[in-house]
């Protein structure tokens, strides 16, 4: 058993004190280590912090990242030449704050001056209006802190005064990182008292000089046998960090950039002093110390935010653990990885036990300098994310310092710069109140608000572990009693009279209230709503004597006419189920839909009959003849809860699913349908949905139920939208018509937009649904451009009866994702997790459909029915798992993020193919964008619009995904294929072709790629380099990146950024932004005129 399992009471303030860079773990007589030789003369290499660091500056140069900045408050009259010579003496005792950074040959080296003063700028606000004053004290601090340093020429440390009234100043010390840490602070303001004392006094220093140097220190760590010293430590890290790991995957409110940025701000909050003594009593009866329970928490506070179970956080640690650089200022922080993995049905006290493990292990190995970490494990870098984590915790003492001089008060913080090193930091410290803290976020990545409820949730979180321990992690509350009850209850309120009939009834009473209008138009023929029910009559009549009754299925194959609509009422006034057959359909499909769900009767035409798969059904062949005689409503016994349609969806393995659809769960779906778009007798409908695609349910029975008249179009006008020009096309019988409603897929408009003429084919429409796919922003753009129609986003799974969410698109709507709207009444949506948890706002989750619209299951497969279509657990009823992945908006709509089907995982990363349509559609040249991954290992994408250059769309995704959801293969496409019920058919898209194969050899084939393969062989030691090799997969580091960086420059005379070495990272990527630089640069040569010219005629 590990010694170090439980801990004593004085073992473990001891270990919360190292933790919080305070002391040693345990005494210092046998922990600190000793023996630090002074250097030899001459430059000193950088410690591998500073290289690191010196590094990421070159990348964000201006960003002012790694500026330390710190403000003391002191109270009394400060004596400036005693301020002064004290500074002055500190900077001449620490070789660090006396160090610039100069470059040679590419490689930056470390110079120690003997003088470099730091000269004291003075500022006065107390002139200003006394109420102006403390606003402009931190404007000129923040502006300070911010200011970028020049680590060639220094200084690298800033000292300013703001006299702020005649008691009351601010003195702020500004460093850069590169040469202190937050430990250096403390020995700065240590030193400057005791300095500002004596020589106020008249007494000269009582400092002693110092051992040894931070270069001294930078020169032993370079040292070989220092290194090999630490190799178990390596072989530590390697195994617990090594495998798949994968970027933490927090729900952010924007796109993540290609290239990570550092624009800040922080949100601070207190938890209660009930709750901090609480986890400080979980942490004494669990044997482990506060900073374990709270780094437990936080771990699964963002696992319960990602739906990962692998997660890795970061923290700092002061790693001064050797005496003689206790009082040293330099960088000698290091940063620990803490990597939990969180089994399935893990409690949270075992997870508490696993950290405890794991964090004594890494400070048992805390010597290995973190950039050594990232240089050996981080070999595919990708500049959209800080290495091997994204997100760091920190466990300190009280932020504030206050110390007294004789009469002075200091009292310390830290400056916030609003600048963030990761996605979040989270920072907890005690004080008399309890624990309070701060989350430093990323405002590229997260709103305000959304890091406002995650504070809530995690507190809510902390709530939940010291009332429950042994809780499962999974279960531990994370959402308030009033967020889960809005969201469960406020947001599902959509309860509405309606109800329960069967379709032919609300048909046959519609018949009743309009006769003689149009009910039916089939290009020259139009029929009224009395003549189409005499028909569904007489067919009815014919089905029953074949022994159609409740729940028995009528296969209907047919082609596209009056007669098609006919026989799908006469199924249902028989009391039978209509089977959708699509003519069209494979044998093999029909062979299998009509063997699985056994209809008592197939309807075919003369045409068709010959063209049935083998079956065992009866055939009932039809003429379409006009009955002679009025005929009455057949009397059935059909209810509501019997079978109206049965629809069949592609399946995952190949096999078809049969979707069986209650009369009320329709009846019900018009309902709500009424509330969300409206339909009446002055509608006219376009249909333009196959009746094996359940939306046509909308455009047929719906529109009848309500009186309105449909326009049926022909299969050959719908799969030729985009170009027919024949008397019945969908554009001409639009106008003719003046249809007011259109509801079709996304890719069938985009065909219909692209048309010469479709645009204005669309004016007469009032009301434009688009569902089954996704809507690109780009289509809504063009339609809210040239149509007048009110514009609505509809969702819905075949298994909750057509559509459960509509959303009315509007002008904001159309520069980011469309959402999917709220639910339809009577109609529940949950966003749940894998353990059907509701997840918050902004988190995905898996979309659950629940409410009246939910259908009976899938014919034959009781197994499948009860995986996919589960007890409700928050009410009535039963949900269905739609498979899709979502997330709730604040305001209750819901935000569509993908299949999790469509998830692929390529190189170590997990990618939404949808993220990258969605960016893609954004291009104003794209129309629609469809991303897949073929032969397992290329990603590809391909587009409608205008045909756009690949390295422009190569460019442009470059500048909003990172490196590694970058497409290798672009294709344009005229139109994308379609299925019959209108969607994109992937089956059918080409296999797009990369312009090289990257994973063959490819020599150089210009001078510019030749230059570069030899530069890249002399610095990798690497013979045979491929131009689509990458520089990091050959063994490429950061520092060598910066070498490369100085002999590219050197080789062709020209100014690149560090960063396109990191972004460009293939020979013939390199090459090809050389070149660019270069054709940019080149000057226009201007046509001479001959001396004389002027003269000649």
């Not at 008249?202 to 020169?219: K, M, N, R």
């Not at 507190?459 to 321990?469: E, K």
Request: glycine share 6%; charged share 20%.
């Amino acid at each position: 058993m590990d010694k170090r399992a439980n801990l004593t009471p004085a073992q473990r303030a001891l270990l919360e004190k190292r933790i919080k860079g305070k002391g040693p773990v345990m005494p210092a007589s046998t922990q600190k280590k000793t023996g630090i030789p002074r250097r030899p003369k001459g430059e000193s290499p950088l410690s591998f912090s500073q290289e690191r660091i010196w590094i990421m500056e070159q990348l964000e140069p201006d960003a002012a990242v790694y500026n330390l900045a710190f403000v003391v408050t002191i109270t009394g009259e400060i004596d400036r030449e005693v301020l002064g010579k004290s500074i002055h003496e500190v900077v001449r005792r620490h070789e660090a704050l006396r160090t610039t950074f100069p470059v040679r040959d590419g490689t930056p080296t470390l110079q120690v001056h003997e003088e470099l003063p730091v000269p004291i700028l003075a500022l006065d606000v107390r002139l200003l209006p006394e109420e102006e004053r403390e606003e402009a004290a931190e404007r000129l601090a923040l502006e300070d802190a911010r200011r970028p340093f020049d680590l060639v020429q220094g200084p690298l440390v800033r000292v300013t005064t703001i006299q702020k009234t005649d008691q009351e100043s601010l003195l702020l010390i500004t460093m850069h990182h590169i040469i202190s840490d937050d430990w250096s602070l403390g020995v700065l303001i240590n030193e400057f008292s005791i300095l500002y004392a004596s020589y106020k006094n008249g007494l000269p220093s009582p400092l002693a000089e110092l051992p040894i140097h931070y270069s001294d220190f930078a020169y032993w760590q370079k040292q070989p046998e220092q290194q090999a010293s630490l190799q178990k430590q390596f072989d530590y890290w390697h195994e617990q960090l090594g495998g798949d790991r994968e970027p933490l995957q927090l729900p952010t409110d924007r796109l993540r950039p290609a290239s990570q940025t550092y624009n800040g701000a922080r949100t601070v909050f207190r938890l209660s002093r009930q709750l901090s003594a609480a986890l400080q009593q979980l942490s004494v009866e669990s044997g482990t110390t506060l900073f374990m329970t709270l780094l437990a928490a936080y771990q699964t506070f963002l696992a319960r935010y990602t739906g990962q179970s692998d997660i890795l956080v970061g923290s700092p640690i002061a790693n001064r653990n050797r005496q003689e650089i206790e009082g040293l200022v330099g960088v000698f922080i290091n940063t620990l990885v803490h990597r939990s993995r969180i089994a399935q049905g893990m409690t949270f006290r075992e997870l508490l036990g696993n950290v405890r493990r794991t964090t004594l292990d890494a400070f048992a190995n805390q010597d290995i300098p973190f950039e050594k970490l990232v240089e050996r494990l981080e070999q595919d870098r990708n500049l959209a994310y800080p290495p091997l984590f994204q997100t760091l915790f920190s466990l300190l003492n009280n932020a504030e310092r206050t110390l007294s001089m004789p009469g002075l008060t200091l009292q310390t913080e830290t400056l916030y710069t609003q600048t963030v090193s990761f996605d979040i930091t989270l920072t907890i410290y005690e004080t008399g109140q309890g624990l309070e803290g701060y989350w430093d976020y990323n405002t590229d990545l997260f709103d305000p608000e959304t890091v406002e409820r995650m504070i809530l949730h995690f507190q809510t979180l902390l709530g939940g572990i010291v009332d429950h321990p042994d809780q499962l992690v999974h279960k531990l509350p994370i959402l308030p009693a009033n967020e889960q009850h809005k969201m469960l209850r406020d947001w599902n309120e959509t309860a509405f009279p309606s109800r329960a009939a069967c379709l032919h009834q609300l048909f046959e009473a519609q018949v009743e209230r309009s006769p003689d209008a149009i009910a039916v138009v089939f290009e020259d023929q139009q029929i009224t709503y009395r003549a189409l029910n005499n028909r569904a009559n007489q067919m009815a009549q014919f089905l029953q004597a074949f022994g159609v009754g409740p729940d028995e299925r009528v296969g209907i194959f047919m082609d596209r006419s009056p007669d098609l609509l006919t026989a799908m009422i006469a199924a249902h006034k028989a009391g039978g189920a209509y089977l959708p057959l699509d003519p069209g359909s494979p044998q093999d499909r029909l062979g299998f839909m009509i063997g699985d769900a056994q209809p008592k009767v197939i309807l075919t035409q003369p045409s068709l009959a010959g063209r049935l798969p083998e079956h065992e059904s009866q055939v009932l062949t039809l003429r379409s003849e006009e009955p002679s005689l009025f005929l009455p409503n057949p009397v059935s016994l059909v209810q509501p809860e019997h079978l109206a349609y049965i629809i069949y969806t592609s399946g995952s393995t190949g096999r078809p699913k049969g979707v069986m659809v209650e009369h009320q769960s329709a009846a019900h779906f018009f309902t709500g349908m009424d509330q969300a778009v409206g339909c009446g007798s002055e509608d006219v409908m376009l249909a333009v949905t196959s009746i094996g695609f359940d939306i046509s349910v909308l455009e047929l029975f719906w529109s009848l139920a309500r009186g309105a008249t449909v326009i049926l179009l022909s299969e050959t006008e719908i799969g030729e939208a985009g170009i027919s020009v024949r008397e019945y096309s969908l554009r001409s019988q639009l106008l003719r018509h003046q249809a007011t409603i259109l509801q079709c897929t996304p890719s069938l408009m985009g065909m219909i937009l692209a048309a010469p003429d479709g645009p204005a084919a669309l004016a007469p429409l009032q009301k434009i649904l688009l569902g089954g796919e996704a809507m690109p922003p780009a289509l809504a753009r063009h339609l809210k451009q040239k149509t007048n129609a009110r514009l609505f986003n509809m969702y819905g799974p075949t298994e909750a009866t057509v559509w459960s969410a509509v959303h009315v698109v509007d002008e904001p709507d159309l520069q980011t994702s469309i959402p999917l709207g709220r639910p339809i009444v009577n109609c529940e949506l949950y966003i749940l997790d894998e353990h059907l948890q509701p997840v918050p706002v902004g988190v995905g989750g898996e979309l659950h459909i629940g409410g009246a619209g939910v259908t009976r299951g899938y014919l034959g497969r009781p197994e499948l029915t009860a995986e996919r279509f589960i007890a409700n657990p928050f009410g009535a009823g039963r949900l269905y798992k739609t498979g899709d992945r979502a997330s709730f908006l604040p305001d209750g709509s819901v935000k569509f993020l993908g299949r999790f089907d469509s998830q692929v995982k390529l190189r170590g990363f997990r990618i939404e193919l949808g993220e990258i349509e969605a960016v893609l559609d954004q291009h104003p040249a794209v129309v629609q964008a469809v991303a897949t991954v073929y032969e397992g290992e290329v990603l590809g994408v391909y587009y409608s619009g205008e045909k756009v250059p690949s390295i422009d769309l190569r460019a442009y995704l470059k500048e909003r995904l990172p490196a590694y959801m970058i497409p290798s293969a672009y294709l344009h496409l005229d139109k994308f294929p379609l299925t019959a019920t209108g969607k994109i058919n992937h089956r059918l898209l080409p296999t797009p072709e990369t312009e090289e194969r990257i994973a063959e050899y490819v020599e150089p084939r210009t001078p510019t790629e030749k230059k570069l393969v030899g530069i890249w062989s002399e610095l990798l030691r690497v013979e045979k380099i491929s131009v689509y090799d990458h520089f990091f997969d050959l063994g490429g580091h950061s520092l060598l990146a910066t070498k490369l960086h100085a002999r590219m420059q050197l080789e062709f005379s020209i100014e690149l950024n560090l960063r396109d070495l990191f972004e460009k990272t293939t020979i013939a990527e390199l090459a090809e932004a050389i070149q660019a630089v270069e054709t940019v640069r080149a000057p226009v040569i201007q046509k001479r005129e001959r001396i004389g010219s002027r003269n000649k005629r």
